[in-house]
């Protein structure tokens, strides 16, 4: 067993936050709203979450749970929970009640956390007590210590357990350690450089997805301020980004392309935004979303990341190379190392696709309860999400597609992405998602998923387009039109539910 010194210690996701609340206790941490919490204020209750938990029972080797929307207590019980030892599932609050059971089952939380909004459904899965945001929060931490804890967790403890999307099968428990985290906040401080003093920092996606707690907590970790959005809306995007008080924040591609179909009159005021640092990451950028956030935005904020809840940021295209390359991911952020193997595990040569394995300091313990399937995402130390890229002479990585969701034709790969980004360019178009289904003749047919931006267009010409833009063994066979492609909360789209729905016409 590694020997530290006597002075070492450990990182933790907290440490951060108590730091600011000594330092700038009169600064404002956190805005929702009309309400403001100042870093003495979250410090002071950071500190009585820790306690009040601790009492409770919790400490290394427990797990507790939070189901809940972007509520400023978030961060308070996320990180005064994890400094007992224990570990927090944050879970989707959008589960149905059985879906929330088996979930706090599989983590065994002994503790839950949840909002006004889900209080029922909560109370009904859970078998453990269950604490509500409001009043009953605050009575129960108001009658703990505000001390700040004696014993810090080691820093490869878990101390979160968010929940995999499902968008290929059962949603799956990641086990992030304190160190990985904090890793991630120093690395996107240094890469994004929107975190500090002076930033603010706009939240628009759910704080139970990886990036969407990962990096307002970078932010008040670095002693930066975040503003919660109550609930997103693309035209409530829109205002806040017309403000112009943001210096940073963290999209996912849908937002800025439903934002996008405002009329151009409205767009105009973009151009009073503030942002450094327009992170984008969770789907694949669309390359017409993204010369539409350049033309918007400008050129010197829009950064397209690639990453994943296991593997934390992993690449990263900055905004002076966006014009460069296409449909890229970038390169290995620092600290990062990145590889594409084919099937037998040997490195493919520029230009040829293989499944992309990362290793770095950001990386998961491992799936809670399910170690057949860490030993699968994983090779000799480096993790996979199963997706597939192709890297250049330059080392840029660009994304193809996830592994699961390859078409098989006639024996020819094709990649949905490919068309997807034709599809998207075309008139009338406002998404689009193209799958594999069923086919006697080839074994999988292409069948492309669009959503309309008005009246829907004749299918057989979004096919004649697509003959005349890709080849042959691409074009699709069939296009359906739906008022809505279905995504999870991180905004991926959800192609088996996209199947279901072709199967059922079938």
Not at 293 to 304: A, K, M, N, V
Not at 407 to 429: C, K, M, T
Request: net charge negative; glycine share 8%; with cysteine.
């Amino acid at each position: 067993m590694t020997e530290f010194p006597a002075n070492y210690r450990s990182l933790d996701i907290s440490a951060g936050l108590r730091t600011n609340a000594a330092r700038v206790p009169g600064r404002t941490a956190i805005t929702i709203g009309d309400r403001k919490i100042t870093y003495g204020e979250l410090g002071d209750r950071l500190n009585r979450v820790t306690n009040a938990a601790a009492a409770a029972g919790l400490e290394t080797g427990a797990n507790a749970a939070i189901i809940a929307g972007n509520e400023p207590e978030y961060f308070e019980i996320v990180g005064g929970v994890s400094a007992t030892g224990a570990a927090i599932a944050t879970i989707n609050p959008r589960q149905t009640e059985s879906e929330l059971s088996a979930i706090l089952e599989d983590c065994d939380a002994r503790l839950v956390f949840t909002d006004q909004a889900n209080a029922e459904k909560v109370k009904s899965a859970s078998q453990a007590p269950v604490i509500v945001i409001g009043d009953e929060h605050d009575n129960w931490i108001s009658k703990a210590s505000a001390a700040p804890p004696s014993q810090l967790p080691d820093e490869w403890q878990t101390f979160a357990i968010p929940y995999t999307s499902g968008t290929t099968g059962r949603p799956k428990g990641v086990c992030l350690p304190h160190r990985s985290r904090v890793m991630v906040f120093l690395v996107s401080a240094a890469v994004y450089r929107c975190f500090g003093e002076g930033d603010n920092f706009l939240v628009t996606t759910p704080l139970f997805h990886g990036g969407g707690f990962a990096y307002p907590m970078a932010s008040l970790f670095l002693g930066g301020s975040v503003e919660l959005m109550e609930k997103y809306t693309p035209e409530l995007l829109y205002e806040c980004f017309a403000d112009g008080r943001h210096t940073g924040t963290f999209v996912v591609p849908t937002q800025l392309h439903s934002m996008f179909e405002m009329p151009e009159s409205r767009l105009e005021k973009l151009s009073n935004h503030r942002l450094t640092s327009m992170i984008c990451n969770a789907a694949p950028l669309p390359e017409e979303t993204k010369l539409a956030t350049l033309r918007w935005f400008g050129e010197t904020s829009l950064h397209e990341t690639y990453g994943s809840t296991e593997g934390g940021v992993i690449t990263n295209l900055y905004p002076h190379e966006m014009r460069l390359k296409q449909n890229c991911a970038g390169r290995p952020i620092p600290g990062q190392q990145v590889k594409l193997l084919d099937d037998s595990g040997a490195a493919v040569a520029p230009g040829e696709i293989g499944e992309l394995f990362s290793t770095g300091p950001t990386l998961f313990n491992g799936y809670l309860n399910r170690p057949e399937e860490t030993e699968a995402s994983m090779r000799d130390g480096w993790f996979s999400a199963g997706d597939l890229a192709w890297a250049d002479e330059e080392g840029f990585f660009h994304i193809v597609d996830r592994k699961k969701d390859m078409i098989l034709s006639g024996g020819v790969n094709i990649y949905p992405r490919d068309i997807e980004e034709i599809l998207y360019a075309l008139p009338g178009v406002a998404e689009a998602a193209v799958v594999g289904v069923p086919d006697p003749r080839w074994g999988e047919a292409v069948c492309a998923f669009l959503r309309p931006s008005g009246d829907p267009p004749d299918p057989e010409w979004v096919i004649s387009q697509c003959r005349d833009r890709m080849a042959p063994h691409k074009v699709p066979k069939s296009v359906q039109f739906v008022e809505a492609i279905p995504r999870n909360a991180a905004g991926k789209v959800l192609k088996k539910d996209l199947r279901a729905q072709w199967e059922a016409k079938a």
